[in-house]
Each structure stands twice: as C-alpha cells, then as structure tokens.
C-alpha cells in the first residue's frame, strides 16, 4: 500500500539524473570516436574507409537493436546491475582495442561488443530512470537526459582528437577508458535502481511506491510487445520519422563529419571542435525541447524539428566551401536541433501506447532510429568511395528530413493521460 512522506526541496532524483547524465555523456563520447579514428585506421592499417563504415555501421545498429530488450533487462535486473556490467563490457573492448591488427578484430570489439555495451546506456536508460524516478518534469529530465549525448561530444571529441593528432590514437584509446573505469566506480557506489531503496517518493509525490516486478521474458516480452505495437499507424510514422533522424545525425554527420572536413582541408582537430560546438548547442536545443513538449503539440514540434534540420543539411555541401563562418552558422543551426526530437517521440509513444508498454516500444523506435544511422554511415562511406564527395549525401539527407516533416504532422493526435510521457 502507497505510504504518505513529507516533500522535500532536496531530492536523491538530483543524485541519479547527475549520474545518469554523466554514464550517458560518457558513453556517447565513446560511441563517437570512430570518427576520430577513421582516418588513423586508414593509414596505419590501409583499410579503406567503406569497409571501416562497415564496422561503425554494425556498431551503430547493435546500439539501436539492444533498445526495447535494454528496457526488459533494467527492470527485470535493476538499473545499477545493468550499468555497472555495461561499463566494465565496455571497458575491457576498449582496453583490447590498441592490440588489434586485423579489421575482424575491430569488427568484434567496436562492431559488436562496444555496440551492445553502449546500447545498454542509451535513450532508454534515461526514459527507464526519469520514469522510476519522476512523477512531474518528465518532458524536461527527458530532455536533459537526452542532451547528454551531445555533452559527451562537446567534452571529449576536442580532447580526444587533440590526443590522437600529438600522441596517437592508442593513447585517446587508453584515455577513454580511464574515464569509464571512473564512471563505473561512481556508479557502483551512488547510483540507485528506485526512490523506495532510499525510503522516499519519486519527485513530484508525497507517495512511497513499490516498484512493480518484471513480468515475462526478457526476450519474448519485448518481442510480443513489438508485435503488438505494429498494428498501430502511429508506431510506424515514429518509427519512419525516428529512422530519418538516425539517418541525418550520428549516423551521416557524426560518423562522416569529420572526413568530409578533411576533403576540404579542414584539420582534425578544428573538425571535431565543430561537432562539439554543435554539442553544446544541442544541449541547449534538446533540453529547451523537453520543456517545449510538456507544453505543446509533439506532432508539430517533430513538424518544425526535422523541416529546419532538413533545410540545415542542404546547406552543408556550401559550408563546407565557405570556410570557417559559415561552417559555424551550420553548427549552431544543427546542433540546436541534433537530437531535440527525442522528448516529442517518447511523449507521442507514451500517448499511444500507455506508460507501461512505452518504454519498450520506445526502445523499438530507436532500432529504427540505428537502422537509419547504420544505413547512413556505411552508404555515406561508399558514396564517398564512388564520387569522392559527401555533397550529395548531405543533399539527399536534408531532402528526407523534409519528409520526416510531413510524416510527423500526420501522426493521430492522442488525449494526454497522467505521466503518459513514458
């Protein structure tokens, strides 16, 4: 039975977001690096850059296909547990890293392993904790949480270029993973699964809650979910939607950003400071999204997010030709909208598919978000390969983005329920 507690200013939900915000920050600066190490690779092993995409493309769609069972596994084993093995899996890939020789090797441990490891640390884990741990806000911590990815870009793609450029990509290698040994300590001792562990309400209630237990496989629950889920109209304007936002960010400019900087003589390290200024944009952008979508339309919010990131990827192919300024004007314009999308679809999936169900259909939607990256970065690759330009690519991403646009109008608008974000 619910029990009644006094309210507080300060709250533990404070602990848990910081946490998960900064193992989410980590774990995107990770999964960004093969951006950095794409061309180190190509010279000191000669593998060529389409076969490289290839690995960061199975990376990019393991990380999105350990979605909805992501959500299974952190109920059914609890948020910390989960955390704690993801990092120490990725941990260990990484620590392997600097003895590979072969492209199979890489294969295995950036391909598969890091993409697993990091998938577990995803978007769902940011919708599974603010759904445990708030009541009121959700759209905001949503956002938060969410803006996380960009923050690790903003944090460690300068700094890890600047290590690969003076000291080698071993050395960026043996950094990152000192960072996520820290991350996995903090984790291990602060972080906690739910507010009754702590005796205390989630944010926003005066009640103490029991967490429900997981019931079903944590294989065929998410299954059956989807299968489920597939019936419905909306599912699949998300999921389409969700497939070309994968398509026109980490999947096209955080994998081929970088290189496409240096067909135009643009430095390494001056590249990825664009993509961290697009980071700490985006920041702002995607938490100032989570406020906008606890107060208005998600369908037209999605309308606005993907037309304006459409225009902004036709403008690329230009920017790059203009020098510094303009490549400035696109980051700001970018990164304000890099993944804002995020809050609006987790609020229209909560609205359709009801707070229990939406964290695994969430989950679904961002395998198509990672099968639309994965697309976009081995594509990107070969296209690169054919025609030694990311022009059209870039083009033909903004044109799809505009789609996106009129797909998002068209999804059926839902009465709001009580906590119905996730």
């Avoid at 794409?38 to 850059?49: A, I, Y």
């Avoid at 998600?298 to 303009?326: C, E, I, N, V």
Wanted: hydrophobic share 50%; net charge positive.
């Amino acid at each position: 039975m619910d029990t009644k507690v006094k309210s507080s200013s300060w709250h533990y939900s404070w602990i848990v977001v910081l946490i998960a915000f900064i193992t989410l920050l980590v774990s995107a600066g990770i999964r960004s690096m093969p951006s950095i190490l794409m061309v180190p690779f190509e010279t000191e092993f000669g593998w060529d850059r389409s076969s490289i995409s290839g690995v960061i493309s199975v990376g990019i769609f393991l990380y999105g296909l350990v979605g909805p069972f992501s959500a299974a596994i952190l109920s059914k084993f609890g948020i910390r547990r989960t955390m704690v093995i993801s990092l120490a899996v990725l941990a260990t890939s990484m620590a392997l890293t600097p003895l590979m020789t072969q492209l199979w090797q890489y294969e295995l441990l950036w391909g598969i392993v890091s993409g697993l490891a990091t998938g577990m640390m995803a978007n769902v884990l940011g919708v599974t904790v603010v759904n445990r741990w708030f009541v009121k806000r959700k759209g905001l911590f949503v956002g938060i949480l969410t803006a996380s990815a960009a923050t690790g870009q903003l944090l460690f793609l300068p700094l890890l270029a600047h290590i690969t450029v003076e000291n080698g990509w071993r050395y960026a290698v043996y950094t990152a993973v000192g960072v996520i040994v820290l991350v996995l300590v903090i984790v291990a001792i602060w972080m906690r699964n739910h507010p009754i562990e702590k005796g205390i309400a989630p944010y926003g209630s005066d009640e103490l809650v029991q967490p429900e237990p997981f019931q079903g496989s944590i294989f065929l629950t998410p299954l059956s979910t989807l299968r489920q889920a597939v019936k419905s109209k909306t599912f699949w304007l998300l999921a389409g939607t969700f497939f070309f936002c994968g398509f026109s960010t980490n999947g096209l400019i955080g994998t081929h950003l970088i290189p496409a900087c240096g067909d135009h003589g643009i430095p390494e390290v001056m590249a990825a400071g664009l993509l961290a200024l697009m980071g700490m944009f985006d920041l702002i952008g995607t938490t100032l999204s989570g406020w906008l979508t606890d107060r208005f339309d998600s369908r037209k919010l999605l309308f606005w997010y993907y037309g304006l990131r459409g225009l902004s990827l036709m403008f690329l192919p230009y920017a790059l030709d203009g020098g510094q300024s303009t490549l400035f004007i696109f980051s700001v314009f970018y990164g304000l909208d890099w993944i804002a999308t995020v809050p609006p679809t987790v609020k229209l999936a909560g609205q359709e598919f009801g707070k229990e169900k939406a964290g695994m259909v969430f989950g679904w939607v961002v395998v198509a978000h990672q099968v639309g990256a994965s697309a976009a970065a081995f594509f990107a690759g070969v296209l690169r390969e054919w025609t030694g330009t990311y022009s059209p690519t870039f083009f033909g991403a903004g044109l799809i983005c505009l789609f996106a646009a009129l797909m998002a109008i068209r999804i059926s608008k839902r009465k709001e329920s009580q906590g119905a974000l996730v």
